[in-house]
């Protein structure tokens, strides 16, 4: 779904420029975001082949990118997607791309347990935030 490199640029000039406009630093955005400064400095010099979903989505959430504005400048949705949920692509991918049919299966059975991870994870994180 496009060019690897091209797609990481365009998420490192967005997530670098959200955070110069917001007058940020690195460690603050980290330190908001939950993830390691390294992290964002990979991201922001596109230097991460294969981009944490969930992190992803705490530092553009930090900087207040919509998600599926990230989601497209890192390739992982068409300009022209319909797709609600990040790993909806992922899913179609598999389908389209793996044809084994026992593949397709576990590797949908495997986005499924991480979703559900995922989304108790960030679940548990709006409860303390909550009570914070």
């Known amino acids: 779904m496009g060019d690897a490199p091209a797609a990481l640029e365009a998420f490192a000039k967005l997530v670098r420029d959200a955070r110069r406009l917001q007058d940020i630093s690195q460690d603050e955005l980290a330190e908001r975001s939950g993830v390691g400064r390294s ?9 991460t082949s294969m981009p944490d979903a969930a992190q992803v989505i705490a ?14 400048a890192l390739g992982w949705l068409s300009p ?50 909550k009570g914070a």
């Open 59 to 72: 530092v553009v959430d930090v900087l207040g990118i919509p998600r599926e504005e990230a989601f497209r």
């Open 39 to 47: 992290t964002v400095l990979r991201y922001e010099k596109g230097l």
């Open 80 to 129: 022209d997607s319909g797709y609600e949920r990040p790993l909806d692509y992922l899913r179609d991918q598999v389908l389209s791309d793996v044809k084994d049919r026992r593949e397709q299966l576990r590797l949908l059975r495997r986005i499924d347990e991480r979703e559900r991870e995922w989304l108790d994870e960030l679940q548990d994180d709006i409860r303390r935030a």
